[in-house]
């Protein structure tokens, strides 16, 4: 069994968020699929195998975290795709079958792919009692991020706050489903981005994700909003760091980047 992994929304090795990626004949069991992810340790790791041809989608994908197997990722997603396009496994925009319905990732001619997902429903909600406490700073606006998504992202005063955290990863989880997306506006928008992000997804089993997709198709609607712009570049900014570019499209958010295989081996066991 062949096993890259590939650092995604980065042009640069370690840097972006790491995936593993391993493309199959099948989908073994799902203990098998779950002592894998466990292994490679990274936030997500991704399954595919191909589908027949004359369907709606052109590979069936699954992600899962070190602990669970999860609706949604746009990283793995778009790593996914690097690798059917840099070994010629697959030619051209590629249609995914996934928890989360039918997502395409379009190669550019700059070598850059771009994701199409589904734009998250933001509802804007009461700041939780105690979520300040828990995550070390005070929100300005709070907004649950519909099912798919499964976070609560909470709008902070400026760029600095969002760099300066150190929460409370335990005490995080008992705020929604998945974890919280911490954001605010670019505090110097001339430097390439408009607007700053980090991610905690205690519930999930990853205290921080380095760049994670699904929170820009949230992202982009809020601050597309806000900035009154419909494209728009978000900096997640982790210790690894990453940047997506992302278009809202109504319904529907286009996620860009890039990607950089790091590792390519085989699973022995």
Same mark, same amino acid.
């Given at each position: ?16 968020? &790491? ?119 005070? &929100? ?61 997804? &205690? ?67």
């Amino acid at each position: 069994m062949r096993i890259r992994i590939v650092d995604a929304f980065t042009d640069r090795p370690f840097a972006g968020n &790491p995936a593993g990626v391993l493309l199959l004949d099948a989908f073994p069991e799902d203990d098998r699929l779950q002592d894998i992810a466990m292994e490679v340790n990274h936030a997500e790791t991704a399954f595919a195998h191909r589908l027949p041809e004359g369907g709606s989608a052109d590979w069936a994908l699954r992600w899962f975290t070190p602990v669970t197997e999860v609706a949604m990722c746009g990283h793995a997603t778009l790593a996914t795709a690097h690798v059917l396009h840099t070994t010629g496994a697959h030619e051209g925009p590629v249609r995914f079958a996934t928890r989360s319905g039918v997502l395409i990732a379009a190669p550019g001619a700059d070598g850059s792919i771009t994701l199409d997902f589904p734009t998250a429903p933001l509802t804007p909600v009461e700041v939780p009692a105690g979520v300040a406490e828990a995550l070390g700073a005070e &929100p300005v606006a709070a907004f649950d991020t519909g099912p798919q998504v499964g976070d609560l992202l909470l709008e902070l005063a400026d760029e600095k706050t969002v760099l300066d955290l150190a929460p409370d990863h335990k005490a995080l989880a008992a705020y929604s489903a998945r974890g919280i997306i911490a954001t605010a506006r670019a505090a110097h928008p001339d430097r390439g981005h408009d607007f700053v992000s980090r991610c905690f997804f &205690p519930n999930v089993g990853i205290d921080e994700d380095p760049v994670t997709g699904s929170a820009h198709t949230a992202l982009a609607p809020h601050w597309s909003a806000r900035l009154r712009r419909s494209a728009l570049t978000g900096l997640q900014a982790s210790a690894r760091s990453g940047v997506v570019r992302t278009v809202l499209r109504g319904e529907r958010t286009l996620l860009t980047g890039r990607a950089v295989t790091v590792i390519d081996g085989e699973l022995l066991a």
